[in-house]
């Protein structure tokens, strides 16, 4: 069974970039789309982007222009770097693979990064 | 203001049935599969139906999903307090290129 965690800090400094990295376990990152999703605190899901294993990807585009998804296959793992971070930016974000690209399933449980000085 | 238009929220009593609608259009309901999600308090999404009307293993046949035109209904019969949550539909749209959720509707078993 395929599960996934999310890695990285938990508070970000205004105008620096976040970066977060999703751990992929019980299954081959390979000939799958993975995805990361964000929800701000108490707000609704936006999706920021996905990734082939391939390396091809697709963001949000109301996000591209700071967005950057990357995969490691050695290491069954994928990773998101957002620029220029604002409080904004601040949410809950989950990785999670992306099947068709139709849906989403298995998320990982999620990790709170904070935006502030 | 999201794309796709979800009540924010929905209650009805236990063993009860609900519906929760998702509303959208030709670029990207109309056109595109739907899912929906749970997600319980405190917790992250999880997927309750795929493909319109798709139940994963493990989901009860309570839930049910369905498509038409530009709208999606996902439907919860037998409710329980457990079934309390925010439920989420998404799917992909092709006039923003990008996969769009709903606003999320909650669920309160009174």
């Known amino acids: 069974q395929v599960q996934l965690q999310e890695s990285g800090p938990g508070l970000v400094k205004p105008s620096e970039t976040l970066s977060l990295t999703c751990s992929v376990s019980?299954?081959?990152?390979?000939?799958?789309?993975w995805s990361w999703i964000r929800q701000p605190p108490g707000k609704g899901l936006e999706w920021i982007g996905y990734i082939y294993y391939s390396g091809t990807t697709k963001y949000n585009p109301s996000l591209k222009s700071r967005v950057s998804i990357s995969v490691d296959t050695s290491n069954n793992q994928f990773s998101l770097k957002l620029t220029s971070v604002t409080a904004a930016d601040t949410a809950v974000y989950y990785c999670?693979?992306?099947?068709?690209?139709?849906?989403?399933?298995?998320w990982g449980q999620g990790t709170l990064v904070t935006v502030s000085s | 203001q999201s794309v796709l238009t979800q009540p924010p929220s929905v209650s009805a009593a236990p063993g009860q049935k609900v519906t929760i609608s998702c509303s959208g259009s030709s670029s990207n309901i109309g056109n595109s599969y739907v899912s929906w999600y749970q997600q319980l308090p405190g917790t992250a999404p999880k997927l309750l139906i795929y493909?319109?009307?798709m139940r994963p293993s493990g989901i009860p046949d309570r839930f049910s999903g369905s498509k038409s035109g530009t709208s999606a209904t996902l439907g919860i019969t037998g409710l329980q307090t457990g079934d309390e949550a925010d439920y989420y539909c998404?799917?992909?749209?092709?006039?923003?290129?990008?996969?769009?959720f709903g606003g999320g509707t909650k669920l309160t078993v009174l």
């Open positions: 998404g799917t992909w749209d092709n006039s923003l290129s990008a996969w769009v």
């Open positions: 493909e319109n009307v």
């Open positions: 019980g299954g081959s990152i390979s000939s799958k789309y």
């Open positions: 999670a693979r992306l099947v068709g690209p139709d849906w989403f399933g298995p």
